[in-house]
Nanobody, 124 residues
Framework: QVQLVESGGGLVQDGGSLRLSCAAS????????VGWFRQAPGKEREFVAA????????YYTDAVKGRFTIFRDNAKNTAYLQMSSLKPEDTADYYC?????????????????WGQGTQVTVSS
């Protein structure tokens, strides 16, 4: 069992940066993959980024490639999403999720554990 808590969201101007954190409690976090998803008002939840259990493999949706970076610190049981060059279309609730099979999937159904989300608003 893993519990996830996101933090780091907020209001930022167009072109700004934020770092989201996903703190995990429970056992074996280092063997889990972590994904970040987001959901804008009136839209479906969409994949943003994922990192496999080793941290060596990362995956991004095209819309954030070159602007967002996912990484993890297993010693701190925490995963991060560094977001730069933010755009108004990045505005959404951001969720981290954990996959006990460690895959780094882009498919939300592959993730068993989810945090409550943190809101990111990018003003133009």
């Amino acid at each position: 069992q893993v519990q996830l808590v996101e933090s780091g969201g907020g209001l930022v101007q167009d072109g700004g940066s934020l770092r989201l954190s996903c703190a995990a409690s429970g056992s074996s976090f280092s063997s889990y993959a972590v994904g970040w998803f987001r959901q804008a008002p009136g839209k479906e939840r969409e994949f943003v980024a994922a990192i496999n259990w080793t941290g060596r493999n990362t995956y991004y949706t095209d819309a954030v490639k070159g602007r967002f970076t996912i990484f993890r610190d297993n010693a701190k049981n925490t995963a991060y999403l560094q977001m730069s060059s933010l755009k108004p279309e990045d505005t959404a609730d951001y969720y981290c999720a954990a996959d006990r099979l460690g895959r780094g999937s882009t498919w939300f159904n592959d993730y068993e554990y989810w945090g409550q989300g943190t809101q990111v608003t990018v003003s133009s």
